[in-house]
T-cell receptor, first 113, second 114 residues
Framework: KQEVTQIPAALSVPEGENLVLNCSFT??????LQWFRQDPGKGLTSLLL?????REQTSGRLNASLDKSSGRSTLYIAASQPGDSATYLC????????????FGKGTTLSVSS | KAGVTQTPRYLIKTRGQQVTLSCSPI?????VSWYQQTPGQGLQFLFE???????NKGNFPGRFSGRQFSNSRSEMNVSTLELGDSALYLC?????????????FGDGTRLSIL
């Protein structure tokens, strides 16, 4: 059964710092991996989706990488801003679960000014 | 383009009651999935509907059910509510529900059971 883990559970950084969020998964037979952002009391906003055949995706200050063989993904945030404060979730779609997303429990990021 | 709309945003119910939550997907999207989010368990998949048919189901008791209408709108019903059903219920839609299509989420319905 696929399990997704995100470490650390919480992270605090000063504004301007570059940071990396980690996501690991136990079964490498995935279709894709998706990173989401969740603000308090809100739904999920899709940030990046990496297909299983891809190594990375970029959007603005965000870069996500995927190493399927080792079961790892990272989300790199450059020049962090207070507006980046949120919970970041990664989710995989794998062969066993079909169309369901399997989520990690997230990393709560706080960026101070 | 309007996003995924969930109604109501907040609900308070008592144990034993039943509740119906509604989700309107993005226009043109035919797949609707439901998730439950709690502090302890995180986000867990409930079920997915595509063209009015349940295509996938998570590991939840039969008290949780859903349906999808011909206009792709979906409803989720929970019967005989328990305290543990208190959660944020999120709906997500995608165009065809294929494995490599991104899912777009609504803001959820916060259900509180007293």
């Amino acid at each position: 059964k696929q399990e997704v883990t995100q470490i650390p559970a919480a992270l605090s950084v000063p504004e301007g710092e570059n940071l990396v969020l980690n996501c690991s998964f136990t079964d490498s037979a995935i279709y894709n991996l998706q990173w989401f952002r969740q603000d308090p009391g809100k739904g999920l906003t899709s940030l990046l989706l990496i297909q299983s055949s891809q190594r990375e995706q970029t959007s603005g200050r965000l870069n996500a990488s995927l190493d399927k063989s080792s079961g790892r993904s990272t989300l790199y945030i450059a020049a962090s801003q207070p507006g980046d404060s949120a919970t970041y979730l990664c989710a995989v779609k794998d062969n066993q679960a079909g169309t369901a997303l399997i989520f990690g429990k997230g990393t709560t990021l706080s960026v101070s000014s | 383009k309007a996003g995924v709309t969930q109604t109501p945003r907040y609900l308070i119910k008592t144990r034993g009651q039943q509740v119906t939550l509604s989700c309107s997907p993005i226009s043109g999207h035919r797949s609707v999935s439901w998730y439950q989010q709690t502090p302890g368990q995180g986000l867990q998949f409930l079920f997915e509907y595509f063209s009015e048919t349940q295509r996938n189901k998570g590991n939840f008791p039969g008290r949780f059910s859903g349906r999808q209408f011909s206009n792709s709108r979906s409803e989720m019903n929970v019967s005989t509510l328990e305290l543990g059903d208190s959660a944020l219920y999120l709906c997500a839609s995608s165009r065809l529900g294929g494995h490599n299509q991104p899912q777009h989420f609504g803001d959820g319905t916060r259900l509180s059971i007293l």
